[in-house]
């Protein structure tokens, strides 16, 4: 009952809808506080992996288990990732033009993609598993 609740069609809009605010404000917003205090070289490009990977699997989600959907799995997923890639790719080219306080970086696009990437290989491993829950909702 839950995991169908959690999977339908209006609350997978919000909680993508939600979540691209939540990137958008990421990466445009001064961030004065740094809340994860690392000094870690390279620990910003982890957070964007994570960020991405989440991304794609949230975008993913709602088109895969909407009820009207009759698209096959593997457009789901390519959608999902031309987007999300597509969406990183503004906002550091917006963190260029639009901030003073943030540069645009190759290794934030790299770091970006691999998640996307990462999400790809994570979905395609559960593809079954994932047709046949939505075939039962």
Sequence with gaps: MIIKTLLERKFLAILALLYTGLITWASLARIIINPINFNIKGSDKIAHFLAYFIFTLVWFMFWFFSKKSTTKFSKHLVKASVICFC???LMEVLQGLLTT???SEWFDVLANTSGIIF???ILKLIENKLII???RL
Aim: hydrophobic share 40%; aromatic share 16%.
């Design 101 to 103: 306080y943030r540069s």
């Design 87 to 89: 969406y990183g790719l």
């Design 133 to 135: 829950i939505r075939e």
């Design 119 to 121: 999400a790809v290989i």
